[in-house]
């Protein structure tokens, strides 16, 4: 099993619908969450941190479910510069306190 | 200082040859870490570094790639002997990593490879 596993997508979506990304990883000793955003031939930037209790950004909402060992991101409202790749991230099994990136999930919202 | 730097930005280089990347981070950042990323795939973890210690690396790292962070500053990336499958972006991100809390990564814009 990866450590970290999503669906690469791609998510076609229109301006203004709603659109929730899942990820799961296998460590059930995983500490910290991350979504980081990553445009087209660009690095990638944290987009949000995952806290236990869920956790709010604008538009953006991130929920943490330990016992299933899952992470969520929803995106309300969808824009056109919501288009990017969106990378789940935790801390990894084999490399300590390490950060361990999924594949990532591409969104492209079209006007 | 305005971020992570990395350099060369892009290398070609042909099967067999070595290649060495540099990477220097942030400033007062204590974290350095290197990942390799191909088209379609997020960034893949190699190796990690807390001031000048290498903490961590990939059990899938081959004994070819070595990096090293002489003073806790910038690091270098050495591929020996590279092949065809080295062929990838490298990001470099730096952190300031506190109570054990690994911090925001904060990215290079990468050193692309082609080995031909």
């Known amino acids: 099993r990866k450590e970290v596993e999503q669906d690469p997508g791609p998510f076609n979506v229109p301006e203004g619908a709603t659109v929730a990304f899942n990820c799961t990883y296998s460590?059930?000793?995983?500490?910290?969450f991350f979504w980081y955003r990553q445009d087209c031939r660009k690095e990638p930037k944290l987009l949000m941190s995952?806290?236990?209790s869920g956790n709010e950004d604008g538009r953006f909402t991130a929920q943490l479910n330990r016992a299933s060992q899952y992470i969520s991101l929803l995106i309300r409202d969808s824009k056109l510069s919501d288009s990017a790749t969106y990378l789940c991230?935790?801390?990894?099994?084999?490399?300590?306190?390490?950060?361990?990136f999924g594949k990532g999930t591409t969104l492209s919202v079209s006007s | 200082d305005t971020g992570v730097s990395q350099d060369p930005r892009h290398k070609i280089t042909k099967r067999g040859q070595n290649v060495t990347f540099r990477c220097d981070p942030i400033?007062?950042?204590?974290?350095l870490y290197w990942y390799r990323q191909t088209l379609g795939q997020g960034p893949e973890f190699l190796t990690y570094?807390?001031?000048?210690?290498?903490?961590?690396k990939s059990r899938l790292l081959s004994d070819r790639f070595s990096a090293e962070r002489p003073k806790g500053s910038f690091s270098t990336l050495e591929i020996q002997r590279t092949e065809q499958g080295d062929s990838a972006m490298y990001l470099c991100?730096?952190?300031?990593?506190?109570?054990?809390?690994?911090?925001?990564?904060?990215f290079g814009e990468g050193s692309r490879l082609t080995v031909l």
């Open positions: 991100a730096s952190s300031l990593a506190n109570r054990g809390q690994g911090g925001e990564l904060f």
């Open positions: 460590n059930s000793a995983s500490q910290s």
């Open positions: 995952v806290y236990s």
């Open positions: 991230v935790v801390n990894g099994v084999q490399a300590g306190t390490a950060l361990i």
């Open positions: 400033s007062e950042h204590n974290r």
């Open positions: 570094f807390q001031n000048e210690a290498q903490l961590e």
